[in-house]
């Protein structure tokens, strides 16, 4: 069984929350977490993105609810002043993935699970879909398959 480190992206997980068109994917990720088949991980960019979105389409009760869920399941990777700076001097073209990027290498992510791929091009993780990953998941627990 492969243990692997992953981070979750926002729309990954807002994709569970929401059960949004990815909802499949997206819970079967999060059910490999919940049986500790992969270790989850997450930054407090995700979380206030998460917390955003789901106040703004439902409200601050479900919002704070999801936020204990997801804190409940995946561990938050720390940023601080060094990941902002390799962030800014970095040549992601959005800050905010430089800045998850550089909180999963440090926290020695094997994949970043995400629905846009390209946002992480410019980084050495390996990055897949939440669908790709489940099956990379099914290969790696049965390699005769």
Avoid: C, W
């Amino acid at each position: 069984m492969a243990n692997f480190r992953i981070f979750i992206d926002s729309d990954v997980t807002i994709d569970l929350l929401a059960q949004r068109e990815h909802y499949p994917a997206a819970a079967e990720l999060f059910d490999l977490v919940e049986a500790k088949q992969i270790v989850g991980h997450t930054t407090p960019v995700v979380l206030a993105n998460v917390e955003y979105i789901i106040k703004k389409y439902s409200s601050s009760t479900k919002a704070r609810k999801a936020l204990q869920m997801l804190l409940k399941q995946l561990t938050v990777l720390p940023m601080d002043h060094g990941i902002a700076q390799r962030a800014v001097d970095s040549t992601f073209p959005d800050f905010e993935d430089a800045m998850q990027y550089y909180a999963a290498e440090k926290g020695k992510i094997d994949f970043i699970v995400t629905r846009n791929t390209r946002d992480y091009e410019k980084g050495s993780i390996t990055v897949m879909t939440a669908e790709d990953f489940i099956e990379l998941q099914r290969s790696a627990d049965n390699p005769e398959v």
